[in-house]
Structures are given as C-alpha cells and as structure tokens.
C-alpha cells in the first residue's frame, strides 16, 4: 500500500508541478541518516517522501493525523504523531529507537513553515539531539519550490554529514544549538539557494 501512495504522490506531483530532483547518488548506502529538509509549505512532507527512494520514517504534528484523507496519507508514508505542546518523550524514544535499528527518519529542524523565499527559519537543537542520541548523521536537503500549477519545484539532496565527533559524551542544551547553527543550518540553506536563516 504504502509503495502504492508514493507512485501515486510521484505521479500527481509531476501533473502539478516542474519537479526536478538532484542529489540522489548523495543518499549513503554504508550508513543511517536522519533526512533534514527545510520548510515551505505542507506539500514538503509528500515531495520528500516521494522523490527520495529511501524507506523512511517520518515526524509529523499529532493534529495532521485527524484531518481526513490527510491522516490516513501521511500514516500510509510512515509517519507518526507528535505532540506540539510540550516535549512528547515517547515521540522522542521511538524516533531514537527508528534510527539505532537502521532506518531513515525526516525531520525538518526549522520546526515550522517558514514561506519567505530565500530564507530559513532559526534552526532548533532537535535534530541534533536526535542524530547525537542514535549516532547518525545527517543528509541535508534543500527545497526551492513555487507549489502552483506547473510552477518549478526542485529538491536537492546534499552530502552526507558526519557527525561522530559530536556523538561521544553528553551535549548541553547550547552544544547541540552550536551542532545546529554552525553545521546543519548552513549547508540547508546553501542547497535551499538562501541567503540567510534566523528568526
């Protein structure tokens, strides 16, 4: 089924908009990754899932699973609910658990829509804390889309980044916040083609 609502996505996708995706030989064979796109619009999630032909898990808001049509979709890419109040800790166990057994996760670390072009929003330390906790790096990737009929939507897939050196000892609330900002932020907003990224 959930092969099924991917070419489905794929092929919907590609009668909507100019899709060009680049990158792919990027995607590590050898290793895990958490997958770090930035954040436009709700059509991110689908497009990522879609076009990057890994078998991957997915966060996504607890209140999406009960919009109808849009739950059962998202449920069927992988996805699985995660509270916005407050710090949801079973989300957090089961997204580390995913990791250390081998499989991908997507996060998008800016934790919002963020719909200015050429800008990223402030990255937050979650990412890092989960790619430090499970011992994964991160595979960045960029967005650039104009989600109207037939407008242009592309998706870069960067290098890998390995994070070992981070991963060995406890990280502080400011270290994993450094992680974000000097060494995943950057490289998303390069492959995103923004300028700049903060509040």
Not at 163 to 186: A, C, F, N, W
Request: proline share 7%.
């Amino acid at each position: 089924m959930k092969q099924f609502i991917l070419a489905l996505a794929r092929l919907v996708y590609r009668i909507l908009f100019k899709v060009e995706i680049h990158g792919i030989e990027n995607i590590p064979s050898d290793k895990n990754f958490l997958v770090t796109p930035n954040h436009l619009s709700n059509f991110d999630p689908p497009l990522v899932a879609a076009f990057l032909p890994v078998d991957m898990a997915y966060m996504a808001k607890a209140s999406l699973f009960k919009v109808p049509v849009v739950g059962w979709v998202i449920k069927a890419f992988g996805a699985f609910p995660v509270k916005k109040a407050g710090n949801d800790m079973s989300a957090v166990k089961l997204a580390i658990r995913i990791l250390k057994e081998g499989k991908p996760l997507t996060i998008f670390p800016e934790g919002r829509r963020v719909k200015t072009p050429g800008v990223l929003g402030e990255g937050k330390p979650g990412a890092a804390m989960l790619a430090t906790k499970a011992k994964v790096g991160f595979l960045p990737v960029g967005i650039t889309a104009r989600y109207r009929f037939r407008g242009k939507v592309v998706l870069t897939v960067g290098e890998y980044i390995d994070i070992s050196e981070y991963t060995e000892g406890r990280l502080s609330s400011e270290d994993l916040q450094k992680l974000t900002d000097e060494v995943l932020m950057p490289r998303i907003a390069e492959l995103a083609g923004a300028k700049t990224y903060g509040n």
